[in-house]
């Protein structure tokens, strides 16, 4: 069954139902204070889950919104590793 959003007529914090799709009643009752809430239209979960494409873009999208900003200067780099750990590869002619 889907999930509706309804907001309360008061100052009360938005609250989620389910309901068959053949009845979607527009007005519901607040848990919190009884009073009446109407039902919210908002964007369709798509995506929702915990795969890798969705953790992908929510991170992208973290990123874009909040960037990692480097406080220090980062520390000394490292030597290129050699392309071959074999010695004998170090006696052939250098171009
Ligand atoms: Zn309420």
């Known amino acids: ?54 953790r992908l873009q929510d991170a992208t999208r973290s990123t874009a919104d909040s960037p990692q900003v480097v406080s220090s200067v980062p520390g000394r780099r490292r030597r290129p590793t050699p392309v071959s750990a074999n010695p004998l590869h170090r006696r052939l002619p250098r171009p």
Do not use: K, W
Request: charge should be negative; glycine fraction near 10%.
């Open 1 to 54: 069954m889907p999930t509706y959003v309804y907001r309360c007529s008061e100052t009360c914090d938005d609250f989620t139902e389910q309901h068959s799709m053949s009845s979607i009643p527009d007005e519901s009752t607040c848990p919190e204070c009884g009073h009446g809430a109407r039902r919210v239209i908002g964007a369709p979960a798509l995506g929702a889950g915990n795969s890798a494409a969705v």
